[in-house]
């Protein structure tokens, strides 16, 4: 089909992106960073913009080899990819003043700064409005822009907590535990991904840019599956469960059952291991619901004799609902993502190597998802950017950049 | 009030059911786009899942899950199982922007309405499918659910306690987050291409893949460093204390996160600069990451005489990040922030009455979207949709009823 074939693996040079036309400000921490990098795969130009000396999340680890280094930071290698970098002091009037002129010609500027930050510096809204009609301007923090929390601070952390996610995730006899690798800023980042896609599809109509506000905690709450509901009809909180995967011989997978009993059946009958259940009273879904717990207990014991290798196999090939609880070495070596190309080699010639990044969230058959650049280093864009885009002299650029400014 | 809704203009033919598809075009409907959601008395199921207001015995319109994921959109009966349903849904399809489903790869195929067909009506239609492991690739007739995916992209690994089993959230959490909003990104960019260029296109979301995407440095620290990460509790590398704490209450807790000098200076402050928060092993990241078992305890044994309101309400006002851990009868009845920005609706469905809805995350200047209905009831739209946008008579809706092709 065209479809497939158009999305797999390396895309001609001359394809086109959904975004190609944007120039986007990135002014992200942790909460927006994954928003910007979004953008980033859908084509826009984006230009980070970075303190002198650099962002502080260089210095969140891990790192290439495990050397602190800012640019060798793989947390910033993660969110930064196909991102070009400059550096500019908001903190000097200088440096507002090249936000301003930079802000005239962008389409989209992403920040995180507590609620008020821009404002004082001349760089609100109704500001950059007067500045540049058509900007949009997103701001992801933690609480919002309004209401008695807006000026707390929040991490990942604080946003599944205040967000109520937290409350679901853990065992009864310990804290609840966090959802890994920082959800709360990946949703937060989504949600604003798509609200700000919301506000560019406003502009193409009207040519009006707006002001999209995002709170890491309603990011958090919105996302609960039956949660709220369940409150609002029965008043039945929800609480964390403990886990829900069933070990293996090297490791976990999980399970869902409701499809596929036959099948299940079958497979564990063939091994004799299917006890009771091949048993034509378990046809009735009722009845499997009321031995709910036995039928755990046959299938976890028939689970527990397999590697997540050979259920993950038998699982694909049987249509089960059964997955392997990935390590990031399976993951990364996974047949069927590798043979979708999933993973995207990024060169990194200063170092000599290519890294496998992973790849498209999405494919999009016109528009496909971008993937070439390297993570920026300090400053790299400054020459292109200030003089290229704003038309500064090489001796200008280098005063600013001796007093500071960039 | 015309830029209160930014999409009105913009028809989504909706195949979608339970949680990832009805949330994405939830997110569209909320800002205007006229979402049609292709039901059936055939399809069954989810709009009798729980949990059920109370309404007349058996209806299909009282779930309050299914409710919430499709306020804002209109309703309609097609039995696809029949030719006729399926030439009525392709005419549908000829009048809309986007068409979304979740079906497994080939369902829409068989009906003869593959990407390749639609574009023949339709040649800007912008369709998007979102199989678990996508169409092609060795693994494309893998099954699965929000929780299996959530194994596979290994957030069940990084999500517990390194002495417990793996955990995760037990809500299919990549079924409203990464999956749902990935989707209306690209719908959304693939909109404004269309926008300059007149092209729709085919979009896939292979749920794998796009939870797979935002699992910070799990994959990049293994293929650059050969590193295999795994959970570390409540704890942090780069942040301490950085944990979640016991509190006065049954139950109850409190999240700090300490993630500077600054921000460590701060909570001494809070916690009134006691002797043991100038202990010297404590003044560095370092030296906290070291001692963190004893530093928790201790610092479990100031929050534990504090509710974890005063205890979050000390530490922010010392600029620290904190937030007590809300359970949803916490977000919903009694957190201040949340009631003052109206996040929460209620809206009065004509059999479920007045029950309340997830309001809209993000808040748009000029175009901020409403919660302008409650999700429609089975068929609710079936007059409008039939008789008004594809003008078929009323004697050949009347026989459509009779044949069950409208059912």
């Known amino acids: 089909m065209r479809q497939q074939e158009s999305s797999v693996g390396p895309q001609p040079e001359a394809a086109p992106s959904a975004l190609s036309d944007l120039v986007v400000l990135d002014l992200a921490d942790g909460k927006g960073l994954y928003c910007t990098r979004l953008l980033a795969g859908l084509g826009a130009e984006i230009i980070k913009l970075e303190p002198p000396g650099g962002d502080v999340t260089r210095s969140v680890g891990p790192f290439y080899h495990d050397t602190p280094d800012p640019e060798k930071s793989l947390y910033f290698w993660q969110y930064n990819v196909n991102k070009k970098g400059i550096t500019l002091s908001l903190e000097q009037p200088e440096g507002v003043q090249l936000f301003r002129r930079l802000a005239a010609g962008a389409d989209i500027v992403v920040e995180t700064f507590q609620p008020g930050y821009l404002a004082g510096l001349g760089l609100s809204f109704p500001e950059l409005h007067a500045l540049n009609p058509r900007l949009i301007l997103t701001s992801i923090t933690g609480f919002g822009q309004t209401g008695p929390y807006s000026q707390y601070k929040a991490t990942d952390l604080i946003g599944l907590a205040m967000g109520t996610q937290l409350n679901l995730c853990g065992f009864q006899d310990r804290a609840p535990v966090r959802t890994g690798a920082s959800q709360g800023h990946h949703q937060a980042s989504l949600h604003a991904a798509a609200a700000t896609m919301v506000a560019l599809f406003w502009r193409d109509l009207s040519g009006e840019g707006q002001h999209v506000d995002v709170s890491m905690q309603e990011a958090v709450a919105a996302d609960l599956q039956w949660t709220m509901a369940l409150y609002d009809l029965t008043g039945v909180i929800r609480n964390r469960e403990g886990s829900r995967l069933s070990p293996c011989l090297d490791g976990y997978v999980r399970h869902n059952l409701g499809a596929g009993w036959d099948d299940l059946v079958e497979w564990m009958a063939g091994e004799g291991m299917a006890e009771d259940l091949a048993e034509p009273g378990y046809q009735e879904v009722t009845v499997r619901r009321a031995q709910q717990a036995h039928i755990n207990e046959v299938l976890n014991s028939f689970l527990a004799t397999h590697t997540k290798a050979e259920i993950y196999r038998e699982a694909v090939a049987r249509r089960l609902p059964i997955c392997p609880s990935s390590t990031a070495a399976e993951l990364a070596e996974d047949p069927h993502l590798n043979a979708r190309s999933f993973f995207m080699p990024v060169e990194h010639p200063e170092l000599g190597e290519s890294f496998l990044y992973p790849g498209p969230p999405v494919r999009m058959t016109e528009t496909p998802w971008v993937m070439e650049r390297r993570p920026p280093h300090i400053g790299e864009h400054n020459q292109e950017v200030y003089c290229g885009r704003l038309g500064l002299a090489a001796e200008e650029l280098r005063e600013l950049q001796r007093r500071g400014v960039i | ?407």
């Open chain 2, 1 to 407: 009030m015309q830029g209160n809704l930014p999409l009105r203009d913009i028809r989504v033919a909706d195949f979608t059911w339970i949680g990832a598809g009805p949330t994405c075009t939830r997110f569209l409907a909320f800002f205007g786009a006229e979402v049609i959601i292709i039901e059936s008395h055939t399809r069954g199921g989810i709009r009798m899942g729980q949990p059920q207001a109370k309404g007349p015995t058996g209806s299909p319109n009282l779930s309050g899950f299914f409710n919430n994921l499709n306020s804002c959109k209109e309703s309609i009966t097609l039995n696809m199982r029949t030719p006729q349903g399926v030439d009525v849904a392709r005419r549908l399809i000829g009048l809309s922007d986007i068409v979304v489903n979740n079906f497994s790869p080939g369902v829409m195929d068989r009906w003869g309405l593959g990407y390749d067909e639609l574009v023949k009506v339709n040649p800007g239609v912008i369709m998007a499918e979102m199989p678990v492991a996508g169409r092609w690739g060795p693994h494309k007739r893998m099954i699965g659910y929000g929780a299996t995916v959530e194994a596979f992209s290994g957030i069940n690994e990084m999500t517990g306690y390194p002495d417990r089993p793996p955990t995760g959230t037990e809500i299919n959490y990549p079924d409203y987050a990464s999956n749902p909003y990935h989707l209306a990104t690209a719908l959304l960019s693939a909109l404004h291409y269309r926008n300059q260029t007149g092209c729709g296109q085919y979009i896939e979301v292979a749920q794998l893949e796009s939870t797979a995407s935002v699992m910070e440095t799990y994959v990049l620290d293994y293929t650059v460093n050969k590193r295999v990460q795994t959970r570390t509790g409540n704890h942090a590398a780069y942040a301490s204390p950085h944990s979640v704490y016991r509190c006065q209450g049954e139950d109850r807790w409190v999240a700090i996160a300490v993630t500077s000098e600054e921000e460590w200076c701060g909570f001494q402050r809070a916690l009134g600069e006691p002797e043991w928060t100038k202990d010297p092993r404590y003044a560095t990241l370092q030296g906290r990451k070291e001692h963190e078992e004893e530093l928790d305890r201790l610092v479990e044994g100031w929050t534990s005489a504090r509710s974890p309101q005063e205890a979050m309400r000390l530490l922010q006002a010392q600029g620290v990040p904190a937030g007590m851990v809300q359970n949803m009868e916490d977000a919903m009845e009694r957190d201040p922030h949340l009631a003052a920005r109206g996040f929460y609706a209620r809206l009065e469905h004509p059999e479920a009455g007045l029950t309340r809805y997830d309001g809209l995350v993000a808040k748009l200047s000029a175009t901020p979207g409403r919660l302008r209905a409650p999700a429609p009831l089975l068929g609710e739209h079936n007059d409008y949709v039939f008789r008004e946008l594809l003008g078929m008579s009323e004697d050949d809706v009347n026989q459509y009823i009779l044949k069950q092709v409208i059912y």
